[in-house]
């Protein structure tokens, strides 16, 4: 597609409850990110993905976050268990590896709220 | 490890002033990328800049300028001649090169443009 596309934008649920979030980068970006974003604070790294091995977990805040990616396109967030604290925007960026250099770009984000 | 430093919470200037935002990086890597984000209100994260470690020429566009030191380790970005439109937070990055490799990023810095 034209840029990436995160669903939903917006997702309200309850403690306790799993979401996914769904992230579909540029056609042809070899390299997907996710990072979160708490309400006034900076950009959290995540994960990445290299066609769909995720060489970086590092930033997966607990064992109830999850995430894969297929045919090296689309990915999923997951988080079971749903927390007040993990009330955030998730933000999916993807890039293309080699060639000529076009940068990282980044998702709407998908807004999620904790209640 | 990587971390970027954006002392500034947040600036406040009336329209026409300039405005520096400073940045302050570490990394042990010998070569990376720098960038400087915007995110307006709407949200979406808006590439300014990159700027590879091995160039420390300083980089004007339009009202934008940006002055990288190595010897200080710092990427700083002032707006000259402000304009209500350029509020934004304004975010600092590093990554090392080489592959698919996660942006680190600063906390950013919320500024806003009194008319």
């Known amino acids: 597609g034209a840029g990436v596309s995160q669903s939903p934008s917006n997702k309200v649920t309850e403690k306790g409850k799993d979401v996914e979030l769904r992230c579909d980068p540029i056609?042809?970006?070899?390299?997907l990110y996710w990072y979160r974003q708490s309400l006034g604070q900076g950009l959290e790294f995540l994960i990445y993905?290299?066609?769909?091995?995720?060489?970086?977990k590092s930033g997966l805040p607990s064992d109830r976050f999850s995430a894969e990616r297929t045919g090296g396109s689309v990915s999923t967030l997951t988080i079971q268990r749903t927390q007040q604290e993990d009330s955030a925007v998730y933000l999916c960026?993807?890039?293309?590896?080699?060639?000529?250099?076009?940068?990282?770009?980044f998702g709407s984000g998908t807004r999620l709220t904790v209640v | 490890a990587q971390k970027v430093t954006q002392a500034q919470t947040e600036i406040s200037v009336v329209e026409k002033e300039d405005v520096t935002l400073d940045c302050v990086y570490e990394t042990r890597d010998t070569t990376y990328y720098l960038f400087w984000y915007k995110q307006p209100p709407s949200g979406e994260l808006v590439f300014l800049i990159r700027?590879?470690?091995?160039?420390?020429q300083n980089e004007i566009s339009g009202r934008y300028s940006w002055n990288f030191q190595k010897s200080t380790s710092s990427f700083n970005f002032t707006i000259t001649a402000s304009q209500v439109v350029d509020s934004a937070v304004y975010f600092c990055a590093l990554n090392r090169q080489g592959g698919a490799q996660k942006l680190v990023f600063g906390q950013g810095t919320r500024l806003t443009i009194n008319p």
């Open positions: 056609s042809g970006h070899t390299a």
């Open positions: 700027r590879n470690s091995f160039d420390e």
């Open positions: 960026a993807s890039s293309r590896l080699g060639g000529t250099y076009v940068g990282y770009t």
């Open positions: 993905f290299q066609g769909n091995s995720a060489p970086d």
